[in-house]
Nanobody
Framework: QVPLVESGGGLVQAGESLRLSCAAS????????MGWFRQAPGKEREFVAA????????RYSDSVKGRFTISRDNVKNMLYLQMNSLKPEDTAVYYC???????????????????WGQGTQVTVSL
């Protein structure tokens, strides 16, 4: 088990920024590929961004590309999602996820990940 805990969500206005964090309690994240997903009310959980074990490989959904940045600090054992130019359609519960599967690189599917946090709410108003 990898207990993941997200933080940093909140209520912001359109155009503002937020930085989400994801911490692993009692585990080092260095060996895990990581991702962020989100789920809006009445919708399925969708992929937002992924980062490989190395720092240099990342992947984004088209809806957030150019506005969001995923990053990790393996020394601090943290995963981040910097969200800029937020839009009302970004409103959702955001989840971090992790896996160690060697055959999955920058996974964008829920099934690619084995461990999930409880989520943090992000609400963007007009």
């Amino acid at each position: 088990q990898v207990p993941l805990v997200e933080s940093g969500g909140g209520l912001v206005q359109a155009g503002e920024s937020l930085r989400l964090s994801c911490a692993a309690s009692g585990r080092t994240l260095g060996g895990y590929a990581m991702g962020w997903f989100r789920q809006a009310p009445g919708k399925e959980r969708e992929f937002v961004a992924a980062i490989a074990r190395s720092y240099s490989n990342t992947r984004y959904s088209d809806s957030v590309k150019g506005r969001f940045t995923i990053s990790r600090d393996n020394v601090k054992n943290m995963l981040y999602l910097q969200m800029n130019s937020l839009k009302p359609e970004d409103t959702a519960v955001y989840y971090c996820a992790a896996h160690m599967r060697l055959g999955v690189f920058l996974g964008d599917k829920i099934g690619d990940y084995d461990y999930w946090g409880q989520g943090t709410q992000v609400t963007v108003s007009l």
